[in-house]
């Protein structure tokens, strides 16, 4: 199909995404898409910014003779969705220093009830993928507003919150990151919490490795990661399009990985980060996980937290 030099034109090809906001989320996204292989072919950039979307999309294109695929770039609008694979939302307001990510509740539902009106009219049916903050509750006003199956709208969750953790630890055991295994779980926020009683390395718990000064500190600093940075700097980016990455390809390449993603609980009838297999329909199933009493109590606090800003959120 003909296109011109800003590559409007949709393309007729497999594992499309697009993304629907053109910021430093979106596109530090794009960008990792460009530098790893995830399976993407085609990618379509949306924002209410037509010019800024044709120029990231003309950017991110000058840099294809060193990426290590032969991803298709082009900005779009909301029709170029019918054909999409996955439609990632990573509009919506920033969270600003002093900021809770609940404190963007009001802004993002607002903005969040015309992207999914305009992506459904497209005649999407595909996945959707949520990232704008407060994501397990932007995940569930999503899927409401689209009514697509729980398994097919999923959020980012505790993906990079978990990332973090690991990091931590690993950095306090003197280990590689990826030898640890733990998540954290609930609310991509402050109510979320690290499942200590299942983490460990290399099958043993590291509750036998960390006192419990050691594990309130980690916990303290896994949680409060990303103030930390937007104090620094005013915004959190990399991680979080890196994070994407990694869901991305788990869906297109049905690889059946296990994240700690916004998925659809349907016990409590709410979104939150849970372990959960992730192949090409999105959510596969949900991982049986036995925690302790005290952690069940964690995360029965969080999920009331999510749930009660649901409700505010659906009376707007």
């Not at 397990?136 to 709208?153: A, C, F, I």
């Not at 490795?209 to 500190?217: K, N, P, R, T, V």
Request: overall charge neutral.
């Amino acid at each position: 199909m003909a296109k011109n030099e800003l590559g409007k034109a949709s393309l007729d090809g497999k594992n499309k995404i697009a993304i629907v906001g053109t910021g430093m989320v979106g596109m530090s996204f794009a960008y990792a898409l460009l530098n790893q292989k995830t399976g993407t072919d085609e990618l379509v950039l949306i924002d209410i910014d037509k010019e800024r979307a044709e120029g990231e999309a003309l950017d991110l294109r000058s840099g294809m003779g060193f990426s290590p695929g032969n991803l298709r770039i082009m900005a779009g609008d909301y029709k170029d969705c019918k054909d999409a694979d996955i439609v990632v939302i990573t509009a919506g307001a920033r969270q600003a220093e002093g900021e809770t990510r609940m404190d963007l509740l009001k802004k993002n539902t607002m903005i969040f009830k015309e992207i999914v009106a305009q992506v459904m009219a497209s005649g999407f049916d595909g996945i959707f993928l949520v990232v704008s903050n407060p994501v397990d509750v932007m995940t569930q006003l999503t899927q409401k507003y689209s009514g697509l199956p729980h398994h097919r709208v999923i959020g980012s969750g505790t993906t990079l919150d978990s990332s973090r953790l690991m990091k931590k630890v690993g950095k306090k055991l003197g280990v590689d990151p990826k030898s640890v295994h733990g998540y954290v779980v609930g609310e991509h926020g402050d109510s979320g919490f690290i499942v200590w009683s299942k983490t460990d390395v290399g099958l043993e718990s590291v509750r036998f490795q960390l006192s419990d000064a050691d594990m309130a500190e980690l916990s303290e600093e896994v949680r409060d990661g990303a103030y930390e940075i937007i104090k620094r700097k005013g915004s959190t980016y990399y991680g979080i399009g890196m994070c994407l990455c990694s869901i991305v390809e788990a869906i297109f390449n049905n690889s059946g990985s296990v994240m700690p993603i916004s998925n659809y609980d349907k016990m409590s009838k709410t979104y939150f980060g849970w372990p959960a297999v992730v192949r090409r329909e999105g959510v596969a199933r949900r991982i049986g996980v036995d925690i302790t009493a005290p952690e069940q109590k964690l995360l029965d606090k969080s999920i009331q937290v999510i749930s009660e800003a649901v409700s505010e959120a659906e009376k707007m």
